[in-house]
């Protein structure tokens, strides 16, 4: 038996012939070769770097979030309320074991804060009424850090009682008084001095176990913003002359509080009303198993709470953050890793058009070749054995060099912006993850290349070119439907939050690319074909026989596929990324609202305006921003509409967001802005406000005094005074100035019965009590003089007023405003019937811009007129203007409106409180203006520029940016490769050509500008349409493939944006990088062609 390859017995070979010969081939084509390795490498190594993006730097990713998330995100919180005093240190110690549990493997921090139970306290209350006062008992861990000594010293532990309950009957020791320290208010309304003594009394305890408690005054402290205060049963205000709870039947006196050591209150015997333990866990070093951990056991926190402390408290819960925190960071990081993979797909899709090139190429080369092995007896299986182990020598070998190499790569990546910024960085490393993705890309690759090889190449033209070029004008509309498909699909997707790595988003890119690429092709002939027409007309040789080469073989385009692909990858990953980092700036911009946004976590109070104005340089205003009720409309699907407010007249210097049809801001906040601004009665800062009143009719009555007074940045604050008999006799109010510049702007007077008098109780119809009052303002020096405007709104039906009156006038004293009323006193006493005066008129319903999914949702447009309940106050709207969307509201259902009239319609409606929540600061003119206001400790802070970054470069999102930039450089030296092989392929079936030029007398100069003419004709067109092609698919397919942060539409939706100069650049470095490559490859085989060419041919 012969051998089917040389012809000899396979006993006289003295090696195996397959081997000799596909190493002998190898010597003799090692270029072409090389070039077919540097492909599969390429390709493997764009996977392996794209599989470490979405599997290692996707982990590091969610530890650097952990590691960098906000205290109050990952801090747990356990509330215990109603403590009976024996269990209130075991229940102390109880909850911080299990926190520290629940929070285990990570260490954990924790600290404890507990108030008292109310007790009475027998001292003379400020107003000198009869209303009985109370105080409590606070214990803070770490209280230096959160209040400011301004006298005395800090409490020292020690002198608590046993925590037993004492035997109502047995005489208890006498404890000694503690140590405890009080809140400047607090000390001011009770006159309290360093070493004072105070007692606090027995709870109203049934069982009678508890027993007094002295407390010796050893310091006075001012709280600190920002440091939890908003959680003490008074807010940190150090008094509430109207506080009211489950134990009282009417309003109290409530004083505090008195800041004894922690230890001391929970081992003292006293019941605890509310202990709150807080456990923050060290996430310096979090691993991404532990985080799932943790997430787990914080979201069974509450139940195991509930378990341990059982009977001993009256309820429980277990507060944090800290599962959604994991659960959106996952989701930001499954979000980027999606779109890393569609990138890693076109990467692939690319690299396999390079390599089928390749193999084309490398089939066509070897057609004589064949042919040759098929009459020496080679069969078609043996071919493809000694294809297939050519192709798996290609694949060890790519699979070897990749590994390594795209761990190189993506060690690089991590150490470049914006990576690096996000504290990814990382050294080289393996993982089994990668070496798979590899060895599966290198595998299909070489294994297509083998599929090619085992077809018999076949001479240019031909009825089989022809027959080629039909089958792939099917094929190519064929790819052009799926592309239309995928392309609706994209377009029809959920706009709601979708993490998963959707198919339709993954492969959409490519197939739209690669049909794009396909369909410009046909556009390619007829563009060669007119050239050639034109470069008839030239004289010379080199052009028209360049032109002509390129028009008329069909050979001369056959790396068509691969160019415009390349060049439409490469620009589209260029404006994909310019269109997605823009979209990141849009929705940063949105999400804040304006330049720097103040959230406040303690109460707005005068002066706060110009601490952050001097803070940031920048236009300041009050702003407020909650949720509300429309109508009767809570909202849908668990999201409640929202209200936001600032100063309208400046709203080009403080709103940010993109407004549709040529609209801005500065026009829509002329719309709601009032016609005028409020003047009010100029007060000097500390003045004392002197209110005298009268009323008639056998039943006395009192006037609590609520002023609203403005300062210079628009914050309007309450003042609230004590309640005051009216008794002819004039009364000083307790400071309201506390700030320079202020203006008294509205007084609500709630007139009721006094706690003191004989008529309280049920109020039989009678005569009309008269009730006049009157407020005297010291005059500013230098203040403008008293607003002639001032109105007493009509009252509220079932209020009990009658004919409201205010007059203002000027005297020696001051500015006296007088107010006058009739007031029916029928039904129960306990009724507060209120007279308001106010500065403004009534500024009936107040002008709106609502979102667009507010006109949706509610069917509402241009002069469509609501009611939104703010607080529990109702508020007249119409809508004004219709806007994409609200600042700091993306995508809700929100309401813009301007904070003045907003408090005009409130205090109207009787509301007096702040709707403040934040402060807005436009255009902030220091560097540091975010660490400045961050310092002022009142609240969070956010920029657009933070929010920016955090969006474009935090590492939940840096994956997809370095995904990007890494495409692009693959396209290029991918078609560079392609190129070469061409070019190189191309030149070899052409030596004989050329060494007949070579006859005729053609110089190598003149070869050379034919062949070199002849390549880059056919490139420029072909770059062009891959050009167009990444234009159109940047305009029509990379805003739909935008997501935000949760996985949904992006708000404002995305705009393609096509950067010019950067596209300019690469197309540049392509043709500039294919033209030395063409020509370089010209320049070595033009020189191989000289007349032994043409000898040998003959």
Partial sequence: MTDGWTGRKPRDRPEPPVLMFLARRGRAQWPLLTALLAVVMLGATLLGTCALLVTRTAGQSL??????????????????????????????????????????????????RASSAMRPLPV??????????????????????????TAGRWPRAGGAPSPAAPSPTAPSPAAPPLEGVVLEPTARLLDLRLGA??????????????????VTVVGIVRPLPGAGWERDPLGGAGYDLGYRDDRTSRPVHAYGPFLVDLTDLLGGGSAISRLEVTARPDLS?????????????????????????????????????????????????????????????LGVILTATALALGGRLIAGTRAVETALLSALGAGRRQRAAAAALEAGVITVVAAALAVPASSLLHSGLTGLPPLAGAGLTTGPVVTGLQVCAVAVSALALATLL??????????????????????????????????????????????????????????APALLLTAGAALALRLVPPALRGADRLARRARGLALPLAAFEAARRPQAVATGLLVVLAGAAGTFGVAFDATWERSQHDQSTLSVGSDLALTLTVPAVAGQGASV??????????????????????GAAGEAPRLVAVDTTRAAALLRGRLDGGRSWAGVGAALA?????????????????????????????????????????LRTTCTGVPVPLDGKAHRLPGCATAAGQRLVAVSLPIGADPGGAGSGYAEPGPPSRVAVTLTVPRAPGGPAPATTWTAPPPLLGSGLLGPAVAVADSPAGVRLSMTTDVQLVGSQDTVRTLIATAFPAPGPVPVAVSARFADELGAGRGSRLTLTVGNTPVPVTVAEVVPAVPSAPGAVAALADLDTLSRALVVNGGLESPVDAWWVGHPARADAAARATGLRLGTVSTRTAEAARLTAGPLRAGLPAALRLLVPAAVLLLIAGIVLHVACDLRARAVEVARL??????????????????????????????????????????????????????????????????????????????????AVVTVQARRADAAHLRVNS
């Fill in 285 to 345: 070093r979090p691993g991404r198993r532990d985080l799932d951990t943790v997430a787990a056991a914080v979201r069974g926190a509450d139940r195991r709470l509930a378990a341990t402390l059982g009977e001993r408290v009256s309820s429980e819960r277990v507060a944090s953050r800290l599962p959604q925190t994991f659960r959106s960071a996952r989701d930001q990081q499954q979000v980027t890793a999606a779109t890393v993979l569609a990138v890693a797909v």
């Fill in 450 to 507: 083998a599929v090619l090889a085992v077809q018999s190449g076949a001479p240019a033209g031909g009825s089989r070119h022809r027959r080629e070029l039909l089958a792939r004008s099917g094929a190519d509309l064929l790819l052009v439907a799926f592309a239309g498909v995928g392309w609706w699909q994209l377009r029809t997707q959920a706009t709601g939050s979708d993490v998963r790595a959707d198919a339709v988003r993954v492969l």
């Fill in 197 to 214: 003594r105070v007692r606090l009394g027995a709870e109203p305890d049934p069982a009678g176990a508890t027993a007094p408690v002295d």
């Fill in 63 to 112: 530890e650097a979030a952990a590691t960098r998330a906000a205290p109050g995100d990952v801090e747990v919180t356990a509330y215990t309320v109603a403590v009976r005093g024996p269990d209130a240190r075991p229940v102390a110690d109880d909850t911080r074991r299990l926190l520290s549990s629940v929070l285990a493997p990570f260490a954990a921090t924790t600290a404890a």
């Fill in 124 to 149: 003379p209350r400020a107003g000198g009424d009869e209303v009985p006062a109370v105080s409590y008992l606070s214990g803070v861990e770490e209280l230096s850090t959160r209040a400011e000594l």
């Fill in 613 to 634: 104005a001097a803070a940031t340089g920048g236009t300041v205003s009050p702003a407020t921003d909650r949720a509300v009720v429309v109508g009767q409309w809570l």
């Fill in 998 to 1079: 070579r006859g005729l007398g053609m110089t190598r100069r003149e070869i050379r500008a034919v062949l070199l003419g002849q390549h880059v004709g056919v490139l420029l067109p072909l770059l062009t349409a891959g050009a167009i092609v990444g234009a159109l698919a940047t305009w029509f397919v990379a805003p739909l493939l935008v997501r935000s942060e949760t996985g949904a539409l992006p708000v404002p939706a995305a705009l393609p944006r096509w950067p010019w100069a950067a596209e300019g650049g690469l197309l540049f470095v392509l043709l500039a990088g294919c033209v030395l490559t063409i020509a």
């Fill in 674 to 714: 009032p016609p005028a601004r409020t003047t009010g009665v100029a007060v000097p800062a500390g003045a004392a406000v002197v209110l005298t009143g009268t009323a008639t009719g056998a039943d006395p009555l009192t006037v609590t005094p609520r002023l609203l007074m403005e300062d210079t940045t628009g």
